[in-house]
């Protein structure tokens, strides 16, 4: 599914080298959750961009649902784009669209017929538990509902992958537990979730995979991890 093969990523700005990852090794099967933890600059973000096809490596060989990332060339990123939801901390969501026209902007943008739209975008919504909230514009929905509906919106291809990226850093206690129950709900499915995350007391529940990132290195990869950095 995700096969990251001896990775470095490194960046120049002018007479400046900056290493980002160094020699990564790590491979997501089909149906896994797996969390990405480490402080700022310890490499997550690098990790989801290179998986999204925004970055490609300095070194090694990135696969992603059989799609060589080394070789991919811009015109085949919406292909790549189509396995995978992204959500993000800021949510990201259009603020003159209501939930419903959030959702199926996503539809849209892939070309997906009018009828299809109407289908599936209520039962997206549905999924994440907003079917009442599909005609509210974000500035009327609460943090958690404003996530629910990126959800939606990333789950809403069929993506065989889900990355989430610090996506409970703007929400309370109560709805950093239900978003993550949500990303539970949607790795029983048979998504593959990614979670990049600072929580500790989330990476301690889960009791899931865990990667450790620092300064650029994997310095942990455990079947059952806890976040002891």
Do not use: C, W
């Not at 919504?125 to 079917?131: A, I, K, P």
């Not at 929400?171 to 537990?177: E, I, Q, S």
């Amino acid at each position: 599914m995700i096969n990251f093969q001896s990775v470095s990523k490194i960046y120049k700005v002018n007479s400046h080298v900056s290493t980002a990852l160094e020699d990564i090794n790590f491979n997501i099967s089909p149906g896994e959750f797996v969390s990405l933890v480490g402080r700022s600059g310890a490499g997550k973000s690098t990790v989801i961009k290179l998986i999204i096809g925004e970055e490609k490596p300095t070194k090694g060989r990135i696969i992603v649902s059989s799609h060589d990332i080394n070789k991919l060339k811009q015109s085949n990123l919406p292909h790549l784009r189509r396995h995978i939801g992204v959500i993000f901390q800021d949510f990201r969501l259009l603020v003159n669209k209501t939930a419903y026209e959030n959702v199926a902007f996503a539809l849209e943008a892939a070309g997906r017929p009018q009828i299809e739209i109407e289908e599936f975008v209520p039962q997206a919504l549905e999924m994440v538990g907003l079917s009442d909230k599909m005609h509210n514009f974000p500035s009327e929905l609460s943090g958690g509902e404003k996530q629910r509906v990126a959800i939606a919106r990333a789950m809403i291809n069929h993506p065989d992958i889900l990355i989430a990226d610090e996506p409970t850093g703007n929400l309370d206690p109560f709805n950093t537990a239900e978003i993550i129950k949500l990303l539970l709900k949607i790795n029983e499915l048979g998504t593959v979730v990614i979670l990049a995350t600072h929580n500790k007391e989330i990476i301690d529940e889960l009791n899931k995979r865990v990667i450790s990132l620092e300064k650029g290195k994997i310095i942990k990869d455990e079947e059952r991890g806890k976040y002891d950095l």
